[in-house]
């Protein structure tokens, strides 16, 4: 160790500014072998010794005592940083501001008890005397601050070891393991080891955050847009925005006073259907009974529901509840699923309520495609077996058929499930379909029927369900028939024969297949499993679709990722700028750290062209907030209102001075100061 500190040959020179290969050190806290190892990797040579004047004088000092005394002088713990980062540093720029008071996060090889006295990377090969320190070391130069508390990718490609001896770490010849960085501030010169594992050979990543293009698979699938978007697509934000709205809408009691505040657990009612008058006698052709549909928030979770009113129903048996209890284990994505059954009398008569899962903004299957009076033309002004004029599906009224497979696949994967659970839908219709988005269905209302039918005098409620399984696809036969036909009247019994030949002429022979099949009545027990064959190669193209679309969604979220930082460094700018008193001082937001974000501040926002006009880019001000976040040391000039003053200063010390500074308002919220 001696023959090394003093063998020019086998140290290199410390005049190229240039940084040095070196190997690892070892981590650990014993301050004896933490400092040896330390000075071990700096090594002086005897050409720069000689020149001493241009060589700060206590780094000789410091070789003397230690080619001298082979214990550390107690007077040297000042050259070891107590804390720090393990992470890449690189060479900074000279700089004259305090000590960086926030740690940074620890390299996961690092993260053990041991190395908690001494962090690995973070050694001081050579630093001042008290009399002569600027109060600024590596651990609290500028260097760490440049970079954001995201672990680097490299560490994580490149294999990495923290537990090598001492004698190995000076004996070792340099390598890619460890390098020394140099800093000079006030005619001082820091020299500090780096031993996180470097990239791969060729690899470089940014300092900062920063927004990438489109993915190329997301790009090339959708129509391009005048210019490139920062943020999501204007039709994704505006069906989110509708949708909270929907969520968040409540109802104005003075106007509708049949509303009532509360229902058992369930507070802001908000109806999702024209309530019906309170006189009516009439109905409802789906249950048998009048019903009415409320958006409400659970006071247990604070989450909304849908609830589904049946006016005037007393329960008298509670044995339906087995049937509840099995509709509520079923979750399956095009499912509303049932998570609660109960009584009320708040709305001024006994009334059943079903809880279900609430989807904003979704439609009915029967306001979106059958809402259409003109569609019925079809059957009753067209003169069926004459071929003269133009075909059903020229006349531009009739749905697309990969949108009609789109729908068989999602309702006949609900149906599947519900029937290997052992139940039955029973409200396979239009009007109990949900649509949400473009093409996503959701069968609702399920479990409704089994309660109302429910038949005290059966010992197995279950004995049924074969038939009402039946039944089930029949009604997927009807819904699909209608929707080939995007008409009703298309499974009136008197329009059944028009219906096929209008499926014939304008769609393949497996969708009419497949309709036939559902509408026939069959010598055996059919199965939703049976249509599997006929649906065929287009379920992949139903689940390509979905991937696709989940595709632009997480490219449209990737665009909104950082807008959450970018607000937070925001929000904490402007509770720091312009704050008119604080501790009872008024200028407290114009003089030290403070005047400097102010300044940076003006930098950001109020820049002007040499024409005086307000100067705007929202990639500036995105860039600049991005590199005060990361505290990069790229200098900046702060220019007063006056044009007297101009500051130069780096990202670093922007960062420094603005998080003391949010620290120093955050404890006097908290009553610490």
């Known amino acids: 160790m001696m023959q090394r500190m003093t063998n020019s040959s086998s140290s290199p020179s410390l005049l190229n500014d240039s940084a040095k290969q070196y190997a690892g050190h070892d981590p650990l806290t014993s301050p004896n072998s933490s400092l040896f190892n330390d000075f071990a990797a700096l090594s002086v040579s005897q050409r720069r010794k000689l020149a001493k004047p241009a060589f700060p004088s206590f780094i000789t000092d410091l070789e003397d005592r230690y080619n001298t005394v082979l214990t550390p002088n107690p007077t040297a713990n000042e050259f070891i940083p107590k804390g720090g980062s393990t992470s890449r540093l690189s060479s900074v720029s000279q700089s004259s501001m305090s000590a ?6 620890s390299h996961p090889s690092m993260g053990s008890p041991a190395a908690a006295g001494l962090a690995p990377g973070m050694s001081l090969s050579a630093g001042s005397s008290p ?11 500028p260097a760490p601050r440049r970079r954001s508390h995201t672990p680097n990718p490299a560490n994580y490609m490149v294999p990495t070891s923290a537990s090598a001896s001492v004698a190995n770490a000076v004996s070792q010849p340099p390598s890619t393991g460890q390098v020394i960085q140099k800093e000079t501030v006030g005619g001082t010169t820091y020299f ?3 031993t996180t594992p470097a990239p791969l050979t060729g690899m470089v990543f940014p300092n900062y955050h920063i927004y990438h293009p489109a993915a190329p698979h997301v790009a090339y699938m959708q129509p391009k847009a005048n210019a490139p978007s920062f943020f999501m697509a204007d039709e994704l934000r505006q069906e989110l925005i509708n949708r909270h709205l929907i969520t968040m809408a409540q109802v104005d009691q003075a106007d509708i006073p049949a509303v ?7 507070h802001s009612l908000f109806p999702l259907e024209p309530l019906p008058p309170p006189n009516r006698i009439q109905k409802t052709s789906n249950f048998g009974y009048i019903t009415s549909c409320y958006k409400a928030v659970n006071s247990k979770d604070d989450l909304p529901y849908c609830l589904r009113r049946i006016h005037g129903f007393r329960l008298v048996n509670t044995k339906c509840m087995v049937l509840v209890d099995m509709w509520k284990k079923i979750q399956h994505s095009n499912i509303v699923t049932l998570r609660e059954v109960f009584t009320t009398k708040a709305f001024g008569e006994h009334s059943l309520v079903f809880a279900y899962d609430f989807h904003a903004g979704g439609e009915t299957m029967m306001s979106r495609h059958f809402n259409d009076p003109s569609a019925d033309a079809y059957f009753t002004k067209r003169k069926w077996g004459q071929h003269d004029g133009p075909l059903p599906r020229q006349h531009a009224g009739l749905l697309p058929e990969s949108l009609i497979w789109a729908y068989i696949v999602q309702l006949s994967s609900a149906l599947r499930t519900i029937h290997t659970a052992g139940l039955a839908c029973r409200v396979m219709d239009p009007t109990k379909i949900l649509v949400t988005g473009k093409t996503r269905l959701r069968v609702n209302c399920v479990g409704i029927f089994d309660v109302l039918t429910f038949d005290n005098s059966q010992n197995n409620p279950l004995a049924l369900m074969a038939q009402f399984q039946q039944t089930d696809l029949i009604s997927l036969g009807k819904v699909v028939l209608a929707l080939a036909c995007n008409s009703l009247s298309g499974i009136q019994r008197e329009n059944l024969q028009k219906a096929m030949e209008l499926v014939t002429i304008n769609y393949s022979s497996d969708l009419k297949n497949l309709i036939l099949y559902l509408l026939t009545d069959q010598n055996r027990l059919r199965s939703v499993n049976d249509i599997m064959p006929m649906i065929g190669a287009r379920f992949y193209t139903q689940l390509d679709a979905a991937q696709m ?7 449209d979220l990737a665009k909104e990722v950082q807008n959450g930082r970018l607000f937070r460094l925001l929000a904490k700018l402007g509770t720091i700028n312009e704050r008119p008193e604080f501790q009872k001082d008024p200028t407290w937001s114009e003089t030290g750290d403070r005047y400097l974000l102010k300044l940076f501040r003006d930098h950001l926002f109020h820049q002007v062209t040499e024409a005086g006009t307000p100067w705007i880019d929202l990639s500036h001000i995105i860039s600049c907030l991005n590199k005060l976040d990361a505290g990069v040391p790229e200098k900046i000039s702060l220019i007063s209102r006056d044009e007297k003053s101009v500051l130069v200063v780096t990202y670093s010390d922007l960062k420094r001075c603005f998080e003391n500074t949010f620290q120093e308002l955050i404890a006097a ?3 610490q100061l």
């Not at 009399?131 to 130069?141: C, M, Q, R, Y």
């Not at 009532?260 to 369930?266: K, L, T």
């Not at 679309?549 to 490219?555: G, L, Q």
């Open 131 to 141: 009399l002569h320190s600027p109060k600024i070391t590596p651990h609290t130069s």
């Open 260 to 266: 009532p505040a509360e229902v058992d657990s369930y």
């Open 549 to 555: 679309r989940n595709d632009v969604i997480e490219e």
């Open 669 to 671: 919220a908290n009553g």
């Open 100 to 105: 960086f008071s926030q740690a940074l996060f």
């Open 192 to 194: 500090y080891t780096d």
